[in-house]
Structure formats: C-alpha cells, structure tokens
C-alpha cells in the first residue's frame, strides 16, 4: 500500500479521481495509513452487500445467458485457500497448526484461511459472488472452524440473497458428503462434485461392482486436434456412469471420464452429482465437471501471483484484512468485464496486457471532461 500511495498520490491522479467520481476537487489521495483506520472501522458485511448489487444488475442484464449449464443453471464454483500464515497470533480469529509436537521443533504457525464461491458467466469470465471468512469464535475453542462449517454458512448466504436463482454447485471431493447433498437438495441446488474413492467406500464400490456387470451407461466422444507445430492429434473421450445410486436418501449419479490422446492413457476424472445425466447430456456435464479447476487458476492463482497478490496482509487489524480481500474481489470483478467485453476495447482491438497498463497509466495523465464523457453514456454489456 505504500507503493500505491507514492505512485497515486499526484496532483494529477487527484484531479482524475474527483474528475470521474464527480466529487468536489482534491489536492492529495488519502494516505495508505488513513484507508486502513477506515477498513478497521467498516463493517465487511456492507462489501459483500456492494458485491450483491453488482451481481444483481449483471445477471438482470441476460448478456450471459450462454453460461448457464444445461441451459438452466449457473455455476457456481466453491473452494478455500489460504491467505495469511503468521510465525505469531495475531487476533484471535487466527486458525492455527502445530508440527513437529512433542519434540525440540515443534512449532505452532497461525493462519488465515477464506472460503470463495465465483459464478461462471463465461469460459474467461469467472467472478466472485459470495465469500466466507474461516474462523475461530475466539481463541479458546476446543474445535477449529473448517471448510465444511464455512460451506454451510456460504450456503446460507447465497440462498438469501439469491433466493431464486438456479444453482450448480461444483467443488471437490471434499464436499461430496451427505451433508453437502441435504444442504443442495433444501436450496433446490444441483450440484457436481469431484468424487474419489475414499470419499463414500461403499457408493463407490457399488459403481465398481455395476461397472463390472457391464450394466453402466457410457458414450464416447472422438476429436481431431490440429496445433500450430505439432502433427495433429487424435483424442478420445470415454464416459461412463451409473444412475439410481442410493446414499442416505439421496438418489445419485456417478460418472467417469477416461481420455486418451494418440491411443494413449492422458487422465481420467470421477464426479458425484444429484442430476439426471442423459445420453445427449453427458458431454457437458464432463466438460462443466472439468471447470472445477477455474477457480485454482483463474482465481486463485492470478490473484495470489499474478495480480493482487492477496497473500499480502496490508493490515494487521483483522477486521481490515477482510476488507481489504473483499474489495480485491469487487475490483476483480470490474477488471474482468473491462478486460472482457466492453464494446468499446473489442473496437480498439488491444490486448488485455494493453488494456490494463493504460488503464493504470491513465491514472497519472491530465484528463478532461470530454475524455471521460462516455462513462456517462448508457452503454450494454456483451461477452461471447
């Protein structure tokens, strides 16, 4: 934050600032200091309420009806990472982990973990809809707080304020749990989850043992691939899977994907899902199964490394640490549909690592009333 302040702190980012949001003129931009007094003071639940209404107004737009899975529902994907790991206790909301015990190295670390959900709305378009925040009540609590407990309250956030819309839930093994299976079936959610093995032994043994009678349903998709330089390629898509799997009361399908690139094994994936999977269906359902990872690379991943670098604590306050992950998570929405689809870049035909340099650069330009006029048009939004 210090970087930020010297680099925006000019008479002329001011002028920008005041110039597009239409407020009266300042000299200085806040001082990092003086943003993280506000971030301790604010109520994150005010953010995620922000958050909503962005959401809300996209998705009244129908410019990403195409995302819907099935041609019903929205995706959205669901997982946890780790955000901030402290040789030292910080507050008393910070999970922690010891190694090494009863030894000379033992050693305790205390971290901060957050559980995300994004929505797909498109194959490079994937935003933020809803987050919770992985946390002890206090210090003194006999049992930590966990993905699993955050994911029924994440759940019991989206379905209030989205009581209506027609979800998808995709996540990994972790989640394929009778727990997960009641919480989606009460909501009217369906979902589509990594299953392993070791997730439900008996489930899976009754796939294996139907898989074995030959009486699974199963089609095969064939490719032809060509790449610039390379000679071209012959893949195979083998699906398999077995409906009317009973568990706790719960009417399952599995299914199983099995590739092959050139005659040779490339990989195979497992997934466990509450929704009829047909003959014509199970092609997208392998391919949206498959979109779990989105949110480790388009997530995650550009965020921690490429981007924003969230692993950064820019507050030692919790409150503002909260704060300042959720306002990463609506700046990465708006810098999305810049980067995405905004008729206006698609004319000027740059690239996105074009476009987000200007951008920032814009910021130190002396700008006018007449350069910022179309923000003031109504414009819509198109993503293909």
Same mark, same amino acid.
């Given at each position: ?6 680099? $925006? ?15 009266e003129?300042?000299?200085?931009? *806040? ?19 922000f ?32 955000? %901030? ?42 935003i ?10 206090n ?11 955050? %994911? ?7 379905? +209030?304020?989205?009581?209506?819309? *027609? ?11 009778? *727990?997960?299976?009641?919480?989606? +079936? ?8 990594? $299953? ?35 000679a071209r390629e ?9 409906s ?27 997934w ?12 997208? $359902? ?13 997530? %995650? ?17 919790y ?8 306002l ?22 740059r690239?996105?690592?074009?476009i987000s ?5 814009? %910021?130190?330009?002396?700008?006018t ?16």
């Amino acid at each position: 934050m210090q970087d930020m302040t010297d680099k $925006f702190n000019t008479e002329e980012c001011a002028h920008n600032l005041c110039l597009i949001l239409g407020k009266e003129e300042k000299e200085y931009l *806040p001082h990092y200091v003086t943003i993280n007094e506000c971030l301790e003071k604010l109520d994150p639940e005010e953010l995620q309420k922000f958050r909503k209404h962005i959401i809300k107004k996209l998705l009244r737009k129908r410019s990403f009806e195409h995302a819907r899975f099935l041609g019903e529902y929205w995706m959205v994907i669901v997982d946890a990472t780790q955000l %901030f790991c402290f040789n030292e206790k910080i507050d008393e909301h910070c999970l922690r982990k010891t190694i090494n015990k009863g030894t000379k190295d033992e050693k305790t670390y205390y971290y901060h973990n957050v559980l995300e959900a994004k929505i797909v709305l498109g194959d490079n378009l994937i935003i933020s809809i809803a987050t919770e925040f992985i946390e002890n009540e206090n210090e003194d609590v006999e049992k930590q707080d966990c993905e699993r407990k955050a %994911f029924k309250r994440l759940a019991k956030r989206l379905k +209030k304020d989205y009581p209506r819309l *027609p979800i998808c839930i995709l996540g990994d093994s972790l989640y394929a749990c009778e *727990p997960v299976f009641q919480i989606c +079936k009460d909501n009217r959610w369906g979902y589509l989850l990594r $299953f392993k093995d070791g997730s439900i032994p008996s489930l899976a043994k009754e796939y294996q043992t139907i898989v074995g009678m030959g009486e699974n349903e199963e089609k095969i998709i064939k490719e032809e691939k060509t790449h610039k330089r390379k000679a071209r390629e012959s893949v195979k898509h083998e699906m398999k899977w077995v409906s009317e799997l009973y568990y706790e009361g719960h009417n399952l399908t599995v299914m199983e994907l099995k590739i092959e690139k050139d005659g040779e094994p490339e990989g195979s994936f497992q997934w466990i899902t509450g929704l009829p999977i047909r003959g014509k269906t199970a092609w997208e $359902f392998a391919q949206t199964g498959r979109k779990r990872w989105k949110i480790e690379n388009e997530g %995650f991943n550009i965020q921690k490394n490429h981007r924003y670098d969230i692993e950064h604590a820019n507050s030692l306050n919790y409150n503002a640490m909260k704060n300042h992950y959720l306002l990463t998570q609506i700046a990465d929405v708006l810098l999305q549909l810049y980067e995405n689809g905004i008729k206006g870049l698609r004319e000027i035909k740059r690239t996105i690592k074009n476009i987000s340099s200007d951008l920032l650069a814009s %910021f130190g330009r002396q700008l006018t009333r007449e350069d910022i006029s179309y923000t003031e048009k109504r414009t819509s939004l198109s993503i293909s």
